[in-house]
């Protein structure tokens, strides 16, 4: 039974992972105006339009000269809540408690998305700096670690901003926790 229970948690997450994280980097895209025509903006759109597109039709949610998209938002907080009413559902432990545990799910979905586009970026820009996708990866990162690099002292050819911005990941990841522990 415990081995069947890891299995539907791993399914569980996974699903809620993925959907959750699309909805993040769909609203992030479209705060950001990256090229609407490249094959991965285009693959997140078309796997994330089935929620977005009524919800912004019966929910009107986004203010006028706003780039913030609220619908793509409200639906990554409402993946990770139906992710923790299953498990709650599923092991019988319902708490009022998961509105809640819903926004830090979407925090930490945040951080993750963030490390692993910072470490494809690093990869790419060392292996193949002149693939199709170093624009768009380019274009996510920059606002990331445009601050940093006022930051930091300019050095001959390597960029260290990558590596300080997974650092702040990396902290975000420690904090994270003890917020969440000290709320709930």
Known sequence: MAILREILNLLIDTAAVVLGTAFL???YIQHLRVDPYHPLVRFVMQLTNWAVL???RTVPIKP???R???ASLLCAWLTALAKGLVYSLLWKTLSPLVLLHAVF???EWVLYSAFFVTLLYVIVSW???HSHNAPLLADLME???RPIRRLLPRTQ???FSPLVLILLIQIGFILLPHLHQALM
């Open 157 to 159: 050819g390597i960029d």
């Open 25 to 27: 980097l769909r609203a």
């Open 127 to 129: 292996v193949a700096p």
């Open 105 to 107: 799910t979407v925090l």
């Open 143 to 145: 606002p990331m670690l």
């Open 64 to 66: 006028l000269g706003s």
């Open 68 to 70: 913030v998209d609220w």
């Open 54 to 56: 009524p919800l912004r």
